[in-house]
């Protein structure tokens, strides 16, 4: 009997890949007018306090132990405080769709971990279409490289790079880990734990001068904390906790794509035959993670 192919992990995949694409407008929104670990902070601790408050009174949180919540705070850190954290000051000097093409970097930093920490060898398919989806966010961005002389671009492009190391590592961290609690309650402390730090942070990074409450400011926040934070977040873990790492990595080819065609749709932005080009070299790449992993998963379970 043929055994039928779980489609939620998929389903929660598309989501982070389709919501998390929006989110990088809307944090460029926010973070200009608000001090971005402050904006990050914010967002996290309400949406992982929102998260937590349901999950109080369904779920046995009396039986949470202090390594557990231990294990959320310290995966908080580097997948929220540094993770989000960082992009969101990066942001401050760095267009959103530069922001989402760096990344997009995520697939080749987790394979390289894999690879140096854990020692676990991808297949030549997975590599091949991991530089290939990353060849085409390069040629959609390619004329962001002239803005590469200015020293706020270049430590927001350095900062971005460390977020998604923290990212890569954070997650891979995470999948050994293995917690036996739902994603839902992992994503809710680590939210708050991640947004608790970006608070510290924000003490001593954030500039108070550039605070200012406005309208746009509000709806991207209320907008994050819903659908970026909550939604988005939390199908990521479930996703992360039922699918192969690189698999799911690849969310972060999708994510330029959709802040382009939104760009695109929404604020008239340039969309080009080059543009279209790097898309459909993007989609071939996620293709090929794609066919790789389920071609291991064959060889692993026996199948021809």
């Given at each position: 009997m043929k055994k039928s192919v779980p489609v939620l992990p998929y389903l929660a995949l598309l989501a982070v890949s389709l919501i998390w694409g929006t989110t990088y407008l809307a944090l460029r929104i926010g973070v200009m007018k608000f001090p971005p670990f402050l904006f990050t902070a914010i967002r996290q601790m309400c949406a992982g306090m929102l998260l937590f408050t349901?999950?109080?009174?369904t779920l046995k949180t009396r039986h949470l132990?202090?390594?557990y919540v231990l294990q959320q705070a310290v995966a908080g850190f580097f997948l929220i405080t540094l993770g989000n954290g960082l992009v969101a000051w990066a942001e401050v000097y760095v267009p959103s769709g530069v922001a989402a093409v760096l990344c997009s970097l995520l697939p080749v930093a987790v394979i390289l971990?894999?690879?140096?920490?854990y020692h676990e060898r991808p297949a030549f398919v997975v590599v091949f279409g991991t530089l290939l989806g990353l060849g085409g966010m390069l040629l959609m961005f390619s004329e962001h490289l002239a803005d590469l002389g200015r020293l706020e671009y270049r430590l927001g492009i350095f900062w971005i790079?460390?977020?998604?190391l923290s990212w890569?590592?954070?997650?891979?961290?995470?999948?050994k880990q293995q917690p036996d609690f739902s994603p839902f309650m992992n994503a809710a402390l680590q939210m708050f734990f991640g947004g608790l730090f970006c608070l510290i942070f924000?003490?001593?990074?954030?500039?108070?001068d550039s605070l200012v409450w406005t309208t746009e400011a509000i709806y991207a926040l209320i907008y994050l904390i819903l659908f970026g934070s909550i939604l988005a977040y939390a199908s990521y873990l479930y996703a992360l906790r039922t699918l192969p790492i690189a698999l799911v990595s690849v969310y972060a080819y999708i994510n330029p794509v959709v802040a382009v065609v939104?760009?695109?749709?929404?604020?008239?932005e340039k969309l080009n035959l080059r543009i279209v080009f790097a898309i459909i070299v993007v989609l071939i790449g996620i293709f090929l993670v794609n066919r790789?992993?389920?071609?291991?998963?064959?060889?692993?379970?026996?199948?021809?």
């Open positions: 349901p999950l109080f009174f132990s202090f390594r971990i894999n690879l140096l920490v790079l460390i977020a998604v890569a590592s954070g997650s891979l961290w995470l999948k924000s003490f001593v990074f954030d500039k108070y939104l760009g695109w749709l929404v604020l008239d790789g992993y389920r071609y291991l998963g064959k060889r692993i379970s026996g199948k021809n």
